[in-house]
């Protein structure tokens, strides 16, 4: 029995949000839809990649401004989803970051149960490019013409593949954001050790400590080989903020010993705003098992 054909490429669209931090789009039928997050200075407020930049955020923070962030609008979300349908898409698949981190997921599923179309927001349960990686392969599988169910289970699948550790100069810019706890901040920043971090389970958790940066540079490579080796594709990413030699350095290393490129890319304004300048990290993530017979 012949299946049916494949839904025309746009039927099903992807949206994600910046703290993806993806590299420039390059395919506009494979790159999702990206919608801002904001950095918030006071009484004033910046879409990221739109207003300001991660240097930017970066250069506030050595000069000792205090940010904060916020989620997108219900009516940013709405407005995407309505430019779409009046694309021609049929259905949108929102990929976002951990709903522990961030409203950002429920105001998107908000928006969507009020939307001309269908939407599906996805908690990935992670964030940067562990999120990005997550997005873009959605978003490719939208374009084969896969439908929306199998599309979600895909940036799912991704997702959950994934792994992200990370270092930062200081613990007081998440502790201070709620990104993570007061008790978790103390204990890692005791007896001048460098913690590195990891998202678990949607959260930020102090993952390990080791003496200098130097050896927690060398950790976070470590780590990231290890689930390279366990993946039939492995997908790789290092993100900074103001340290684009070390990222550069890292990068190296990783596809020295891979054999894959790893994008490179800072991490986002907001992500900038709760790790502070110096932050390094490493995002590995499974893109093999992709869905092959088209679910209609």
Not at 55 to 70: D, K, M, P, Y
Not at 151 to 171: G, I, Y
Request: glycine fraction near 8%.
């Amino acid at each position: 029995m012949l299946s049916d054909p494949p839904a025309p490429p746009g039927t099903v669209r992807v949206v994600t949000d910046s703290t993806a931090c993806l590299p420039p789009a390059g395919d506009a039928v494979v790159a999702p839809v990206v919608v801002p997050l904001r950095v918030v200075a006071g009484e004033e407020s910046w879409r990221e990649g739109v207003d300001i930049t991660p240097q930017e955020v970066a250069a506030r923070i050595a000069a000792g401004e205090r940010l904060s962030t916020s989620q997108p609008a219900p009516t940013e979300f709405a407005a995407v989803y309505r430019d779409l349908a009046a694309d021609g898409a049929r259905a949108v698949v929102g990929v976002h970051l951990s709903g522990a981190l961030s409203g950002t997921v429920e105001v998107a599923a908000s928006a969507g149960q009020r939307a001309m179309i269908s939407v599906q927001a996805v908690d990935s349960r992670t964030v940067a490019m562990a999120l990005g990686f997550a997005a873009l392969e959605a978003a490719r599988c939208a374009a084969e013409g896969h439908d929306a169910a199998t599309v979600a289970a895909r940036a799912r699948q991704v997702a959950e593949s994934s792994t992200t550790a990370f270092l930062v100069d200081s613990l007081d810019h998440l502790r201070r954001g709620g990104r993570l706890s007061a008790p978790a901040a103390a204990l890692g920043t005791a007896l001048g050790v460098r913690p590195i971090l990891a998202m678990r389970d949607g959260v930020i958790e102090m993952a390990q400590r080791v003496r200098t940066r130097r050896a927690a540079t060398d950790r976070l490579v470590e780590l990231a080989l290890r689930r390279a080796e366990t993946c039939e594709e492995p997908g790789v990413a290092v993100h900074h903020l103001g340290v684009p030699e070390r990222a550069d350095e890292v990068a190296a290393r990783l596809a020295a010993e891979t054999g894959v490129e790893p994008v490179v890319t800072p991490v986002s304004a907001v992500l900038g705003a709760h790790v502070g300048p110096g932050a390094l990290a490493v995002v590995v993530a499974e893109l093999g098992g992709r869905p092959r017979d088209v679910v209609r």
